[in-house]
């Protein structure tokens, strides 16, 4: 990356020390949003598979309920194939900015929380008070997990 040369108005007389060259602040402000957008992105693509995993996992109570089991297995692989192939790549750019194990807790909140709608939705369950709490308690693990900041 080429590097703007030294102006005199880069280093205004009323500070006592150099201002850093805009390309500089730049870098440093675009490598910062560049990092939360790939935070942003890994949620929202273990979100999305997990959308994808719920349906491979529970779909067939609903919508297969009278197919043979191997065709539920196979049906259910088609659709883990799209869940892995979102997961994956999540975890690649996850991962350096997520420990391993702040990765698995936020795949294992969104996979609950993609079930909470999937069972109410779909599955037409209600969602009773020990399971808010029990989610409660889970959320409450995320934030042990992500407190003190861990260094990946």
């Known amino acids: ?70 065709q539920a297995i196979v049906v259910s692989w088609g659709i883990a194939l799209i869940e892995y192939c979102l997961a994956v790549p999540a975890n690649r750019m996850g991962y350096g900015q997520f420990s391993g194990f702040q990765l698995k807790i936020i795949q294992e909140v969104a996979t609950l929380t993609v079930f909470i709608g999937f069972a109410m939705l779909v599955l037409r369950e209600r969602f009773a008070w020990n399971y808010a709490m029990a989610f409660l308690c889970l959320a409450c693990a995320v934030g042990f997990a992500f407190y003190p900041p861990a260094t990946p």
């Open 1 to 70: 990356m080429g590097s703007i040369p030294a102006h005199p108005t880069n280093t205004p007389r009323s500070f006592p020390f150099p201002v850093p060259p805009l390309a500089f602040v730049a870098e440093v402000a675009s490598t910062e949003a560049s990092l939360r957008c790939a935070g942003v992105q890994t949620v929202l693509l273990l979100l999305a598979s997990n959308v994808f995993m719920t349906v491979a996992w529970y779909g067939h109570l609903k919508f297969g309920r009278d197919w043979p089991l191997w």
